[in-house]
């Protein structure tokens, strides 16, 4: 690969168009992000590939920030070496760790594409199995040098188990409250049970972050999420969003939006709404962002034959984000699937029965539980998933950080590996660009610049 000065561009670094005046550099081995000027970009390769060409080209300056940034590399570095290190390194990084502690097993909804069912229960999680995983997770933290705890109530419904949710919430503050690790809890929920009672309750408790999904207007999102025993629930979960965002206490709200085939040409009527009802109107603290639907296992009404692939997927997922962006609304999300559970040591979701699993599509399946409460000793089958090399044919690939050989829930689905190389080569560029745009005061602040962070 030419060089200049003894360095060249990372073959994981994306080169972005961002205006006329100025292209973004990207790297998706490290998410380190530059701006230059084109002019300056385009003069520098002009030079790599003319080395009497003495005409405009990087300054020292800017050659140690790019480097600094792993966006310029030397030419002795071989980056095969750097990817394997990459994908081999996060499965032990427990400097920020992420468990969800499953409240219950029950859901009061039956969405038509979820991935749990068929697999749910009555089971909720008692105090007891709660101070169990607390203190497991106590003993993995501090053994490790956690610095970053990121705990998250999930489900089936989690709400449905309220009482268990505050229990074990009191339980880790206090098992974290001297401790150097930073404790950041949050609730997975559909919405429904998320009352102004319900979230007093929550709040004392310290959960004060939450994850709520919409599929759509209220006519797409009742015909996919409904009642267990049928029933529109649109209404109600705004009117708890509406309250919600009013409350000080509210730290930050993400509002999912699932897409697929059936539901995508709906959603900026969905954002027409959430807009009208003020919804939206604090960034800081709400923010929406769309979501693939992914296969099931046990789907309503063949639901899997909805999911968007490749290009198709990556071409709805740029018109919604620019759609978004039009209307002023950050562009903060990407579906990428590395690291996982599946990938890592680290992340946990911890079952009512006190079973450990890595991943939420396997569930209630026992072939795929990682290990057991009190110790969480690994099992076989999850020491396969961790110990499986990255792809000989994915290290070339500059989406190998982003996919790690892709997901692999959805290769146990199919029976074959998940490639979104169609996908990324659309939507990753596209990404960048906008959200990077969103970052950056365009004129102000980087005509006078030849690259910045």
């Keep these: 690969m030419p060089s200049i000065n003894g ?18 550099l990207h790297s998706t081995l490290y998410g380190s992000t530059a701006v230059i000027s084109s002019v300056l970009l385009h003069s520098t390769h002009d030079r790599i590939t003319n080395s009497s060409d003495t005409s405009l080209q990087l300054d020292p ?42 409240a219950t097993r029950a859901c009061n909804f039956r969405c038509k594409y979820c991935t749990e069912a068929g697999r749910f229960s009555d089971a909720h ?9 607390v203190n497991y997770i106590k003993n993995v933290a501090d053994a490790k040098g956690t610095q970053h705890l990121t705990v998250g109530f999930y489900g089936g419904e989690p709400l449905l188990n309220l009482e268990g949710i505050v229990h074990a919430a009191h339980a880790l503050r206090e098992a974290f409250r001297s401790t150097r690790t930073k404790l950041v809890l949050f609730a997975v929920t559909n919405g429904y049970e998320l009352t102004p009672k319900a979230f007093d309750r929550l709040a004392d408790a310290g959960v ?25 629930t649109w209404e109600r979960i705004v009117r708890n969003m509406i309250a919600l965002v009013q409350d000080e206490r509210l730290n930050a709200l993400g509002i999912r939006i699932n897409i697929d085939r059936h539901s995508s040409l709906s959603v900026p009527h969905l954002l027409d709404e959430l807009q009208e009802q003020q919804i939206l109107a604090d960034t800081r603290r709400v923010q ?6 992914i296969p099931s296992f046990h789907p309503e009404d063949n639901w899997n034959s909805y999911v968007l692939r490749g290009r ?56 795929y539980v990682k290990g057991k409460l009190p110790d969480g000793r690994m099992s076989r089958s999850h020491l396969r998933f961790l110990t ?27 029976g074959r590996q998940n490639c979104e190389k169609a996908f990324f080569d659309l939507a990753y560029p596209a990404f960048v660009r906008i959200s990077t745009q969103q970052d950056v005061e365009w004129r102000d602040d980087l005509q006078h610049l030849s690259a910045c962070l």
């Excluded at 929406?288 to 639907?293: E, G, K, R």
């Excluded at 499986?388 to 692999?408: F, H, I, S, T, V």
């Design 61 to 102: 300056e800017d050659i140690r920030r790019l480097v600094e940034q792993e966006i310029l590399i030397s030419d002795d570095v071989d980056e095969r070496d750097r990817i394997r290190y990459l994908v081999n390194s996060a499965k032990f990084n427990y400097t920020a760790m992420e468990v969800a502690l499953v």
């Design 125 to 133: 999680m008692t105090d007891e199995t709660a101070d169990a995983a």
């Design 388 to 414: 499986e090399p990255l792809p000989d044919r994915c290290e070339e690939c500059c989406w190998a950080p982003l996919c790690g050989g892709g997901c692999k829930y959805i290769a146990a689905i199919t």
């Design 208 to 232: 004060v972050s939450f994850q709520v999904t919409l599929d759509g207007p209220k006519d797409v999102h009742d015909s996919r999420r409904v009642l267990r025993g049928g029933g529109a």
């Design 288 to 293: 929406a962002y769309i979501a693939p639907v």
């Design 7 to 24: 360095y060249r561009l990372s073959r994981y670094v994306l080169e972005v168009p961002a205006s006329e005046e100025f292209t973004i």
């Design 312 to 367: 198709e997927k990556g071409e709805v997922f740029v018109r919604l984000w620019e759609e978004m962006a039009t209307r002023g609304l950050p562009v903060v999300a990407f579906p990428n699937v590395f690291p996982c559970g599946l990938h890592v040591e680290w992340g946990t979701l911890v079952d009512p029965s006190g079973d450990l699993y890595a991943c939420s599509g396997f569930l209630g399946m026992s072939e």
